[in-house]
């Protein structure tokens, strides 16, 4: 079972959609939650962390469901800019310290006119 | 200033040369990290410093070598590499390396083609 996996994409939405995607862990030992969004030959770019109360900032909304290994973003009144693949990122911390990021493979979001 | 420089921006090199690719922070993280992104792919670690000491090589090829002069640099030096290492090479800094709620800031990347 994969650490990190996502919705498979792509979605294809209109201009004004509303759309979530969902990512699920594998590690119960994960202990931060985040997404980042990738534009083609771009770097990813963080676009924002995910707590247990869940988070909103402006059209973004994320929620994290620990006792599922869940974590959901919703994106509303969807604008042509949103295209872009969005990244799960966990990070699991452990008392080495060594806590690298785990990364889903991504789900593409095009937005269309 | 929250900003991850990385230079050059494209590189092209044969398989007998040697480059270098340059990573630049300025915002006090005492973390960086190398990944190697294939097209379609999420990123891949390949090593991190920490205090500016290696703390995690994922099994990387001895022809890619990692070195921090100091918090604010990193260097990743290329040498006799294979045309499949042709990706988008990222590099990422973090507060420290451990701990919960440590985002990771990428750099732009440097696009390398090995021929």
């Known amino acids: 079972r994969k650490e990190v996996e996502q919705d498979p994409g792509p979605f294809n939405v209109p201009e004004g959609a509303t759309v979530a995607f969902n990512c699920t862990y594998s590690?119960?030992?994960?202990?931060?939650f985040f997404w980042y969004r990738q534009d083609c030959r771009k770097e990813p770019k963080l676009l924002m962390s995910v707590y247990s109360s869940g988070n909103e900032d402006g059209r973004f909304t994320a929620q994290l469901n620990r006792a599922s290994q869940y974590i959901s973003l919703l994106i509303r009144d969807s604008k042509l800019s949103d295209s872009a693949t969005y990244l799960c990122v966990v990070n699991i911390w452990a008392n080495s310290g060594n806590t690298p990021l785990v990364f889903g493979k991504g789900t593409r979001l095009s937005v269309i006119a | 200033d929250t900003e991850v420089t990385q230079t050059p921006k494209h590189l092209v090199m044969g398989m007998t040369n040697k480059k270098s690719l340059k990573c630049e922070q300025h915002m006090g993280h005492r973390a960086m990290y190398w990944y190697k992104q294939k097209a379609k792919k999420p990123p891949e670690l390949m090593f991190v410093?920490?205090?500016?000491?290696?703390?995690i090589n994922e099994s990387v090829p001895s022809r890619f070598s990692p070195e921090c002069p100091n918090s604010s640099l990193l260097n990743l030096h290329l040498h006799a590499l294979q045309p499949e290492d042709s990706a988008l090479y990222l590099c990422?800094?973090?507060?420290?390396?451990?701990?919960?709620?440590?985002?990771?800031?990428f750099g732009p990347g440097t696009r390398l083609t090995v021929l």
């Open positions: 990422a800094s973090s507060q420290d390396e451990g701990g919960g709620g440590n985002e990771q800031f």
């Open positions: 590690n119960s030992a994960s202990q931060s």
């Open positions: 410093y920490s205090y500016e000491k290696l703390s």
